[in-house]
């Protein structure tokens, strides 16, 4: 696979939208349990937290592995200073995360 020139920026949008949404993924499930419940609403079993936390943890793993394997396809495609520059976006978007400031 070859990247054109004209194609790196649109790229490097998409894997840096990706990067900080990948790690920071928060799905339904574990919103709904972080949220209050309804004052009628009768209260999780131990094990119901306990699963759903381990099957968010599971579609987390599974979203970073989708990530890194098209990270490869692209990361491969660049050329060594694109990926210079790659590389010190996604450590720029680690510490400073995108809409934080």
Same mark, same amino acid.
């Given at each position: 696979?070859? #990247?054109? /020139?004209?194609?790196?920026?649109?790229? @490097?949008?998409?894997?840096?939208? =990706?990067?900080?949404? =990948? =790690?920071?993924?928060?799905? $339904?499930?574990?919103?709904?349990?972080?949220?209050?419940? *309804?004052?009628?609403? /009768? %209260? $999780?079993?131990?094990?119901?937290?306990? =699963?759903?936390? @381990?099957?968010?943890?599971?579609?987390?793993?599974? *979203?970073?592995?989708?990530?890194?394997?098209?990270?490869?396809? #692209?990361?491969?495609?660049?050329?060594?200073?694109?990926?210079? #520059?790659?590389?010190?976006?996604?450590?720029? %978007?680690?510490?400073?995360? #995108?809409?934080?400031?």
């Amino acid at each position: 696979m070859s #990247l054109a /020139p004209r194609a790196w920026p649109l790229a @490097a949008a998409v894997a840096l939208l =990706a990067v900080p949404l =990948a =790690a920071e993924s928060q799905y $339904p499930q574990g919103r709904a349990r972080r949220d209050p419940p *309804a004052v009628d609403a /009768p %209260a $999780p079993s131990a094990m119901q937290v306990i =699963a759903g936390l @381990a099957e968010d943890d599971r579609m987390r793993a599974e *979203a970073m592995g989708d990530l890194v394997a098209k990270l490869k396809v #692209l990361y491969d495609a660049l050329s060594p200073k694109q990926r210079t #520059l790659f590389d010190r976006r996604v450590l720029l %978007a680690q510490s400073e995360p #995108l809409g934080t400031q």
